[in-house]
């Protein structure tokens, strides 16, 4: 069965949305949606480098939320900031040093930084130890690495820890 469908949970929301998008649960809708449920699964297989081990679903749950929260409190933000005199904005380049290994909380990590307005993820250095980040508005650059590596990166480890043997 796992041949078939190697991520049965993913297989569920994708019929689950294909009928919700639908709005009905006739037979050829159904049909199709059973077809999409195991055909995307198993496509976005092959493209997936490296197995993903998450862990702690409801820790995902919590930072989904705090990441919904902050970009509404982040947009609110730089409006302000757009709307002010452009003389009181302060972008930099920021440095954070990651602690976690994982390249799937990595990637995460930036694009929770790239969807946060005032932010953007800019590179990985360091072989993947360090990730450059441009910021609109940096009053203190140590309380902005401190609250990121808090508020994301934390989380993330936990839920992504990374290949066995690494910090």
Do not use: C
Request: cysteine-free; overall charge positive; charged content about 15%.
């Amino acid at each position: 069965m796992s041949g078939l469908l190697p991520w049965p949970l993913q297989s569920v929301v994708v019929l689950a949305t294909w009928l919700a998008l639908n709005n009905t649960l006739a037979p050829g809708q159904v049909l199709i949606g059973v077809v999409l449920a195991v055909a995307l699964p198993l496509t976005v297989r092959r493209l997936v480098p490296v197995p993903v081990n998450a862990r702690h679903p409801w820790r995902a749950v919590r930072l989904l939320l705090r990441v919904a929260g902050d970009i509404v409190i982040a947009n609110l933000q730089v409006a302000v900031l757009i709307i002010g005199p452009e003389r009181r904005l302060r972008p930099a380049f920021v440095r954070i040093p990651l602690d976690g290994r994982d390249p799937v909380g990595t990637a995460i990590l930036a694009g929770i930084i790239t969807l946060t307005p005032g932010t953007l993820s800019v590179d990985t250095i360091d072989d993947g130890r360090t990730l450059l980040v441009h910021a609109l508005d940096v009053a203190d650059e140590a309380a902005l690495v401190a609250t990121i590596k808090a508020r994301y990166e934390a989380p993330l480890r936990a839920i992504f820890p990374g290949p066995e043997g690494t910090p």
